[in-house]
C-alpha cells in the first residue's frame, strides 16, 4: 500500500531503514536489518477462485552506510522477497533490490536494481487492487535491473529522477526509461507531479504522467491522484480519491475509490473500506481487514474480502 501524505514521500536512499533494527553500529559503519512480513486470508473478485492464504510482503532489507566525513556517506542496499517462493509461484531469485550510492547530505545517487522514480506516485489507500493502483502501475515498469537514480530532498521538496540503461547486448537488457517525481507542501496541501517515458523502439515510445494532491483535517486525511498513459493506440486513465481517518491511536479506518478507463475496452471501478488496528505495545505489530466492492463491464464479479496480520521490524 503506497502513502497516503506525500511530503515525506522519499527521504535520502541512504536513511530509507526508518524501522530497521540496528544490527551493528561503530567506526563509522551502520547495518541494520529491516523486516516486512504481511500474510492475509484473501477471497478475492472472481468466482473462478476459491478464498487462500496471500503473502503479500515476505521482505528482508540489509542496509549498509559509512561515514566517509565532511557529510558525505557511502550506503548499500541488499533486499530480498519470498512472497513468490511462499505462494509457490518463483520465477528466477528472491533478489528484489540491490544497490549502492553516495549521499551528500540531502543529495543521494544510487546504481543498480531498485525502484525508480516512478514508483513514489500515488496516494491510494487499498490493501489490495483488482486492477492497477495507478498509469505507472499498469505499464509495469516502476523499478529496474540497470538503474541510475537522483534524489534530492530539501526543506520543503522532495524530487526524484531516474534512468533505466538499455544495456543491448547484456543479459539484463531492456527497453530504456526515465522518470522524475517531484513533491512539495503549500499552504497545508501537499502536491506531486511525476513522469515517465518508456522507450519502446520503432517510434513506439509510452508517455505516462500524474499530478496528486493530499491535505490533513485534524484527524482526516484526504488525497487524490489522476494519472495517464499514452502508447498513441489505447489509452489508459487511472482515478483515486481516498480518505482516511484516525479513530484512536490504534486504530485507522480507509475509504476509497479507484477508477480505471480504457479507450475503446472495458472500465473498472473499485470501491473500498478498510480498517487497520496497530498494537498499543507494539505499533510494528497490527492486524487490518478490506472488503471492496467492484464493478468492471462484462463482468459478473462478487465482493473482495480479506483479512491479514502484518508484522515489521
Not at 486470508?41 to 565532511?70: H, I, M, P, Q, W
Not at 484526504?222 to 494519472?227: F, H, I, P, V
Amino acid at each position: 500500500m503506497k502513502k497516503l501524505i506525500l511530503a515525506a514521500a522519499v527521504a535520502a536512499v541512504a536513511t530509507s531503514s526508518v524501522n530497521a533494527a540496528t544490527i551493528y553500529e561503530g567506526k563509522g559503519l551502520t547495518y541494520k536489518l529491516k523486516g516486512d512480513w504481511q500474510v492475509q486470508l484473501r477471497d478475492n473478485a472472481s468466482k473462478t477462485k476459491d478464498a487462500e492464504v496471500e503473502f503479500d510482503d515476505l521482505e528482508l532489507k540489509n542496509s549498509v552506510t559509512y561515514d566517509l566525513g565532511n557529510g558525505l556517506k557511502a550506503f548499500g542496499q541488499l533486499d530480498f522477497g519470498f512472497k513468490d517462493t511462499a505462494e509457490d509461484k518463483q520465477d528466477g531469485s528472491d533478489l528484489e533490490e540491490a544497490y549502492v550510492g553516495l549521499d551528500f547530505g540531502g543529495v543521494a545517487v544510487s546504481v543498480g536494481k531498485t525502484d525508480n522514480a516512478a514508483d513514489e506516485f500515488g496516494v491510494e489507500g487499498a490493501y489490495e487492487h483488482y486492477e492497477a493502483e495507478d498509469a505507472f502501475d499498469a505499464a509495469g515498469r516502476t523499478d529496474g535491473d540497470d538503474l541510475v537514480r537522483l534524489d534530492v530532498e530539501g526543506e520543503n521538496f522532495t524530487i526524484v529522477a531516474s534512468t533505466e540503461l538499455e544495456a543491448e547486448g547484456e543479459d539484463s537488457a531492456d527497453t530504456s526509461t526515465f522518470e522524475v517525481f517531484g513533491a512539495t507542501k503549500v499552504g497545508g496541501v501537499e502536491l506531486a507531479a511525476a513522469y515517465q517515458t518508456i522507450d519502446g523502439g520503432a517510434g513506439s515510445d509510452v508517455d505516462i504522467w500524474g499530478v496528486s494532491a493530499a491535505t490533513k483535517l485534524g484527524s482526516v486525511a484526504l488525497a487524490a491522484d489522476y494519472s495517464t498513459r499514452d502508447t498513441g493506440s489505447v489509452d489508459l486513465d487511472v482515478y483515486n480519491v481516498v480518505a482516511k481517518f484516525k479513530a484512536s491511536k490504534t486504530t485507522t479506518f480507509a475509504l476509497g475509490v479507484t477508477e480505471e478507463e480504457k479507450d475503446a475496452s472495458t472500465d473498472v471501478t473499485q470501491v473500498y473500506a478498510n480498517v487497520t488496528y496497530k498494537f498499543p505495545a507494539q505499533k510494528n505489530v497490527s492486524v487490518f481487514a478490506e472488503i471492496s466492492d467492484i464493478d468492471e463491464d462484462g463482468k459478473d464479479l462478487d465482493m473482495d474480502i480479506l483479512a491479514g496480520m502484518r508484522i515489521k521490524f
